[in-house]
């Protein structure tokens, strides 16, 4: 199974904040430790939402914002997709890493295979 590892740190949505050295030291020591359990599928760190673009449909119609977003409680600062037996297995990873002042929400990526034959044939009308 796959999931999805969103770090949602706890940092200003405004402004030109970097991680430090110490602390981008201890999370690539944390990704080489997915990479050589055979976990890690991909990963990246986000820029700023002040610097994001939301793209809204309702009614038929689309909205384009600039951030940063003032209603936005939290903010995605970055990313692991990973390959786990279970989602336990997943959470265990995402309770691994070094994150200081952050949470880590752990999500299953759905397989075309969980959907009805019908979704399944919309998405790929090859496989029917």
């Known amino acids: ?3 999805m590892m969103f770090m949602l740190p706890n940092i200003p949505a405004e402004g030109d904040w970097m991680p430090s050295a110490e602390a981008v030291a201890e999370m690539t ?5 997915l990479q050589k359990a055979g976990v890690l599928l991909a990963l990246d760190g986000l820029h700023a939402q002040a610097e994001g673009v939301r793209v809204s449909f309702a009614g038929g119609k689309k909205t384009v914002t600039d951030g940063p977003f003032t209603e936005a409680k939290e903010m995605i600062g970055g990313y692991w997709i990973i390959e786990a037996k279970s989602k336990e297995a997943a959470v265990e990873w995402a309770s691994r890493c070094p994150g200081d002042n952050c949470t880590i929400e752990v999500r299953q990526v759905f397989d075309l295979e969980e959907f009805p034959p019908d979704v399944r044939a919309a998405a790929n009308p090859n496989l029917v």
Not at 29 to 33: D, G, R, T, V
Request: hydrophobic share 25%; no cysteine.
């Open 1 to 3: 199974m796959r999931f």
């Open 29 to 33: 020591k944390y990704n080489e430790e």
